[in-house]
């Protein structure tokens, strides 16, 4: 994996346990995808892996709001060929060279328009997030309890600890460590509630 990620110039960063919300775009994608297949599989939900092509050609030629192109065209510096389309006159170039030449300069467009639009949509994204929540900021040496994940019975604790916290590893990260049998774990700030100290 670690060679994979080098030769591709990516850095390999591990997922928070628990918390599909760290994985964003694969979850995203992930839901659409399913969102699609199930409009047209059949009663035989057997036979779904037949429509995976046209759900997927679906997806990479439709716009998408964040980038505002699709990612067909982003790929491949053009819009698909669909079968209703109209033909149209090619452009004919002197060279293969010109081809080439003129596929980087539109690359290079699309991308400084697809970094802009991200942005763009990033931050409204997080406007809207930080008007619905603020996360609670904790300290080295504050003690928390941590929510249980899965299913639980009736009546079963939905919270263990407490827990003590030792450091801020990231934002929404933190690393804790339980009180008795002092094994430290990272977990994300969305399943912590503080402790309160009880007064009379």
Known sequence: MDAIASLMGCKHVFATTYHPQTNG??????????????????????????YLPACIFAYNSGQHGTTGYSPFQLMFAREPVLPFDQPTSGITLAKPSDYWAQITQLMKIY?????????????????????????????????VFIKQLGKHPKFSELYSGPY?????????????????????????????????????
């Open 25 to 50: 775009q694969v979850e995203r994608f992930n839901a659409t995808f399913y969102a699609q297949l199930a409009k047209l599989h059949d009663e035989n939900v057997n036979h779904w892996d037949e």
């Open 111 to 143: 991308k400084k328009c697809v970094k802009s639009n991200i942005t763009s949509q990033q931050q409204l994204s997080k406007q809207r997030y930080d008007k619905q929540r603020a996360d609670p900021t904790y300290h080295p040496g504050d003690l």
């Open 164 to 200: 003590k916290v030792i450091q801020k590893e990231h934002p929404l990260t933190y690393l804790v460590e339980d009180q008795k049998s002092l094994i430290q774990q990272q977990v994300h700030v969305s399943r912590m509630e503080p402790v309160y100290e009880r007064t009379i």
